[in-house]
């Protein structure tokens, strides 16, 4: 048996085997993390310690539950998958939200309308996504726990 990872866009893309069992290990995961707020703070609305400690699991679930697609790269490390891709923000306890793709996949011109869907995701969970643009002209998002 093996662990789930939620999916951050950096991965694989999941065989054709796993599509049914996949939804219901997001949903299973994402249930538990409702459950841990519930249970530590009361109410589902805001990010639990863990979620901060571990953002960039805690956002990628989020997105993967709410429908969102994640990127996906071969073994080579190119892109095979457009969707969105978490990574470790700058600063402690945020996370970066870009949205990839393969080359000439047109990514780019599908970035701020996904991007601003992702963000919706987000805020209903307490969490706050700024959008920001970065090198090359690029959107992002970059999520916090909201205060």
Known sequence: MSTFE?????GPELPAAETGQRPREVRAAFEGLLQI????DGQATRPAAWE??????AVALALEAAGQPPSAVNDSGTRTAT???VLAGDRPGTAVV?????PGAGA???EEPALTAC????????WDALLYRGPRGRRFLEVEPAP
């Open 6 to 10: 939620a999916a951050t866009g950096d």
């Open 37 to 40: 707020r519930r249970l530590t």
């Open 52 to 57: 901060r400690r571990q953002p960039v699991r």
């Open 83 to 85: 969707g969105y891709r």
């Open 98 to 102: 870009e949205w990839l793709g393969p």
């Open 108 to 110: 780019a011109h599908q």
């Open 119 to 126: 963000a919706t995701v987000l805020e209903r969970l307490g």
